[in-house]
């Protein structure tokens, strides 16, 4: 089985995390995807995010109705900070019998190269890459590397920034999330201050 692994802070999860989350599942040879809640650093401001079983449930709530998409909390059990390289080899390591791959967007193979081992993680993984707009270039060295896969997935302009400050500002955010999400974000309070 092949599982593609989606990491993001989903503070909250929104459309626009799903709609790539499945067009990835649906258009290339993954199984499944995983979408890994990555927890709070503990040396970083807290600010507005979610405490790590909030944002949590809200991917259970926005994924229980995709059976190829399901929620992680595989990196709360690890050490902080977390690195990419640790969390694949830990879960390699768990689940022996499959395959991980990594999502991640076109703005982030931009400075692939920076990250910790990124070398190993090309070694042991596949790299599924969704487009984003964003400034700059992609190294050259992953332009044409058998590892790293284009998936032409549709470009989603939606943030979680952007769905905070409406909810902040009063603003009608609804289309942006699932009923379920908004639900549980408005009987909550979240975000609100």
Request: glycine fraction near 4%; charged fraction near 25%; hydrophobic fraction near 35%.
């Amino acid at each position: 089985m092949k599982i593609g692994l989606y990491f993001g802070t989903f503070n909250p999860i929104h459309v626009g995390h799903l709609i790539i989350a499945n067009h990835m599942v649906e258009n290339s040879d993954l199984d499944e995807i995983w979408m890994v809640v990555t927890p709070h650093n503990p040396f970083k401001k807290k600010s507005s995010l979610l405490d790590n079983h909030h944002r949590l449930e809200l991917v259970y709530k926005a994924t229980e109705e995709y059976t190829k998409i399901k929620p992680s909390n595989i990196e709360f059990k690890l050490p902080q900070p977390n690195y990419t390289v640790h969390t694949l080899a830990h879960i390699s390591d768990l689940y022996k019998d499959k395959e991980f791959c990594l999502i991640m967007g076109e703005d982030n193979l931009k400075s692939f190269h920076k990250w910790k081992n990124f070398e190993t993680i090309l070694e042991h993984h596949n790299i599924y890459v969704y487009p984003r707009i964003s400034e700059g270039k992609t190294a050259t060295q992953f332009d044409e590397h058998p590892k790293i896969h284009k998936i032409a997935a549709p470009i989603v302009q939606v943030s979680s920034t952007m769905i905070r400050n409406g909810i902040k500002d009063g603003k009608n955010i609804k289309p942006m999330l699932t009923k379920e999400v908004w639900s549980y974000i408005d009987e909550m309070n979240f975000y609100r201050k």
